[in-house]
């Protein structure tokens, strides 16, 4: 009899083992409150028990340790009052219970802003997390414009498609054209509703066996904004920062106009550079910093 009840136990012990073992290998999405008016607007659910949104992230911040520490995978989620409302609707669910808020944040892991949870203290976590809210919905807007934007009335074609096979090559005669180095592009697209912004980093050598190393998710980001201002036709502008070991700073622009990407002079590039964007007043050259003209990069399209 001894010898069954250890049996026994030695069972237990490794059907626990293997279950923490397969709990390792089950990922995890925490839905975090970032913003104090979104917190806020969560207490008016008597389920949700927090009352203070600093000590609130603290405890996000001990929960997201803990589960890194148990080896288990976690990916944080930006957590929208304004949307979990409008889902509980949708889906006939009672907003006001934990089940449904982790029903929520689990089908946000698929289609919300996310990021993997590596360690990252929670003051460096909520910004991070913000500014990839504002990228993915950035390029959903961009991806919405080019979809809407309709057909030639001349030839027929997709005028969003042709747009966006015209950003890929711009944006590979921007990145060809760019001296070895760090090269930090911006686009910048004003649309009716909102400002389009999109941010690529891109480094380059000045040996021809080495492509140009750029970030996958950045580059077709930038391509799509950049591909809304052609198909819109309107305003916008481009930036290009490069930074190489030993030498000074190169900024080189471009602006949008009538669906062409048109590059600068010298002199309109340090306009532009040197001028307080809200207010029009002169801002001082930073020293070091050379201002360059802009280089071809953008072929005629036949869509206006």
């Not at 400002?195 to 492509?211: E, I, N, R, S």
Request: net charge negative; proline share 6%.
């Amino acid at each position: 009899m001894p010898r069954k009840t250890n049996d026994t136990g030695t069972h237990r012990t490794r059907t626990t083992d293997r279950r923490r073992t397969l709990r390792r290998e089950v990922p995890g999405t925490v839905g975090l409150l970032a913003d104090a008016g979104d917190f806020a607007a969560m207490r008016g659910y008597r389920s949700f028990t927090f009352d203070d949104h600093r000590d609130y992230l603290h405890q996000v911040d001990g929960l997201l340790r803990s589960l890194a520490a148990q080896g288990i995978h976690t990916t944080v989620a930006l957590f929208d009052p304004d949307e979990y409302a409008q889902y509980c609707g949708e889906h006939g669910l009672d907003p006001d219970t934990a089940e449904t808020r982790a029903r929520f944040t689990a089908e946000l892991a698929g289609s919300g802003a996310v990021l993997p949870y590596t360690g990252q203290p929670i003051d460096e976590l909520v910004p991070l997390l913000v500014d990839e809210a504002v990228r993915q919905a950035t390029w959903e807007y961009a991806t919405g414009l080019l979809a809407e934007v309709g057909r030639c009335a001349d030839c027929g074609e997709d005028i969003g498609r042709a747009s966006f096979e015209r950003a890929t090559d711009a944006l590979e005669r921007l990145v060809a054209g760019a001296p070895p180095g760090h090269h930090h592009f911006v686009c910048s697209v004003p649309t009716e509703t909102q400002q389009l912004v999109a941010v690529l980093h891109a480094d380059t050598t000045d040996d021809p066996g080495t492509p140009p190393r750029v970030e996958g998710r950045e580059g077709l980001d930038f391509v799509t904004v950049l591909a809304a201002g052609l198909a819109l036709g309107g305003p916008g502008g481009l930036v290009l920062r490069s930074t190489a070991e030993g030498q000074g700073d190169r900024v080189h622009g471009w602006r949008l106009d009538r669906g062409r990407l048109i590059a600068l002079s010298a002199a309109a590039v340090f306009n532009a550079y040197c001028t307080d964007a809200d207010t029009g007043d002169p801002v001082a050259p930073e020293s070091g910093v050379e201002y360059c003209p802009g280089y071809e990069v953008d072929a005629p399209g036949p869509h206006h």
